[in-house]
């Protein structure tokens, strides 16, 4: 198992999840972009179970909250690495370029057709007009999701973007929060600033208020606290030192009230109750996976101890298959194998390479001849001081972990940025051509999705992936320094 820049296993059904949802907002969008009537019955049910891509918007919330606080679990501290605006320098590297790009993309797409600059009278007019008033500022900036003459205009969906970013300027302080009365005091918090915010779409007179779900910031700490609890069983440092369980009471009244008070609107209840309940099913689903990924897939995820475990699943440690060539390397895989004081890098070769050993992710030194079979998903990862059994991984993390969903993953957002004007220029071309709805709605699932995921890649390609070439190679120095670290130590001894 790789890691990350900051030292985090990387969980590769995380990149499975977030291309699942992704693929669900484009399918959605495509069926949205032809009206019920005309379609038939299949036509109709079709459009009917893609109805809810909402809640796939929802779900991206979540995964944030959740990487973004996994590697922060890990620190004894619970503090941002490097710092505020460090952070926030990673942040706006990752999501304003690519965004940027997406703007332009939308702008030239207009302009070069001229049906897309007028409005059709189709779910595309929203976008339009693209230039007037402050929609150009506003976007780049980031916010207009605050106003509903900015909120849908240039690309309609881009308005999540913004949500996103604004949680990200809050999340130092829901760390604040946790740091000194806990998880359950930090995701009170949340909802209490987004149901806040959502209770002042009224007197202020701006739908825009409410329309770009405040809430997630609750979703968002939902996910923080499922990086929280996936650490199988062991509290945080800083979770055991917080104090102080009436703030936790209050925070949680004021939520629950403010939540009483935005339901009783007429407006997206749907979404208020709805989101919710799909960030706790979304936390507890990434808890079991990550569970699962760093037990080897086993269904149990209680942690035992390393010969136990080797006992109960019929294998045992026969360190006569390790060829060393000479007795002091054989004394120290032995070492290696039997104590696991310290964690090896994944891929890490032996000194004597001429042995044929490798230290493989669950740290246990097998022969060259096997690396194939050593490095496939099944294998134990290693993570958090651990070693786990090799049962083969849950269907789940089979779906999740596959290559299609992995490859949709690396690039979603830029598929999430692209699709929406993309399938407008599909839409116009059918139009003209007169097709029936169930026509048009069968070209769009089957003709205009493909054409957009490999825009995406293409768009991933230049403008996505440039600015996450640094942080990869730096990961890998990173993960290589350690490995030649470890094997120092171990042969100094």
């Not at 809640?55 to 941002?80: D, K, N, Q, W, Y």
């Not at 007028?118 to 999701?145: E, I, K, M, Y």
């Not at 849908?152 to 949680?167: G, N």
Request: hydrophobic share 50%; aromatic share 10%; with cysteine.
């Amino acid at each position: 198992m790789s890691r990350t820049e900051s030292g985090v296993a990387r969980l590769p059904f995380l990149d499975g999840l977030r291309g699942l949802a992704a693929l669900y907002v484009l399918l959605h969008h495509a069926a949205l972009a032809v009206s019920p009537a005309g379609l038939s019955g299949v036509g109709l049910a079709i459009r009917f179970g893609l109805r809810h891509g909402h809640f796939a918007v929802a779900v991206f919330i979540v995964l944030s909250g959740f990487c973004l606080m996994r590697p922060v679990v890990h620190e004894p501290a619970g503090r941002l690495r490097g710092g505020l605006w460090p952070y926030l320098g990673r942040r706006a590297r990752r999501i304003v370029p690519p965004y940027y790009a997406a703007l332009g993309f939308s702008w030239l797409l207009i302009v070069l057709v001229p049906a897309l600059g007028h409005p059709p009278r189709t779910w595309w007019d929203r976008a339009l007009p693209v230039f007037g008033g402050w929609n150009a500022v506003s976007h780049l900036l980031l916010v207009h999701n605050l106003s509903v003459h900015w909120f849908f205009k240039i690309d309609p969906p881009s308005w999540s973007v913004a949500t996103e970013w604004q949680i990200y300027l809050l999340f130092p302080a829901l760390l604040v929060v946790w740091r000194r009365w806990g998880i359950t005091a930090a995701v009170a918090a949340g909802f209490a600033i987004g149901y806040g915010v959502a209770c002042l779409a009224g007197p202020f007179g701006n739908p825009a208020l409410r329309q770009a779900c405040p809430w997630y910031v609750g979703l968002f700490a939902l996910g923080m606290a499922a990086a929280a609890a996936s650490r199988a069983g062991e509290r945080p440092a800083v979770e055991e030192r917080s104090r102080g369980r009436w703030p936790t009471v209050a925070l949680c009244l004021v939520a629950l009230s403010l939540a009483g008070l935005a339901l009783s609107g007429r407006d997206d209840r749907e979404f208020m109750a709805g989101d919710p309940l799909v960030g706790v099913l979304t936390g507890l689903l990434l808890v079991r996976c990550t569970r699962l990924a760093t037990s080897g897939g086993a269904p149990s995820g209680a942690r035992m101890g390393l010969f136990r475990r080797w006992r109960d699943a019929g294998h045992a440690i026969d360190l006569r298959r390790f060829r060393c060539a000479n007795r002091s390397a054989q004394q120290t895989l032995s070492r290696t194998a039997s104590s696991f004081k310290r964690p090896v890098e994944p891929g890490v070769a032996c000194p004597e390479s001429s042995m044929g050993v490798v230290l493989f992710p669950g740290g246990l030194a097998t022969p060259v001849e096997d690396s194939r079979r050593a490095t496939r998903p099944h294998e134990p990862p290693w993570e958090g001081g651990s070693v786990t059994t090799t049962a083969p991984r849950s269907p789940l993390l089979r779906l999740l972990e596959g290559r299609w969903a992995v490859g949709l993953g690396a690039v979603s957002y830029s598929l999430y940025l692209v699709h929406y004007p993309l399938l407008a220029l599909a839409d116009a071309v059918l139009r003209s051509r007169a097709w029936s709805a169930d026509a048009r709605l069968a070209a769009q699932l089957l003709v205009a999705v493909p054409v957009c995921l490999l825009a995406a890649v293409v768009f991933h390609r230049l403008f996505e992936r440039p600015f996450l070439a640094d942080s990869a190679g730096s990961a890998r120095r990173a993960g290589i320094k350690r490995g030649r670290a470890v094997w120092a130590s171990e042969f100094a001894d």
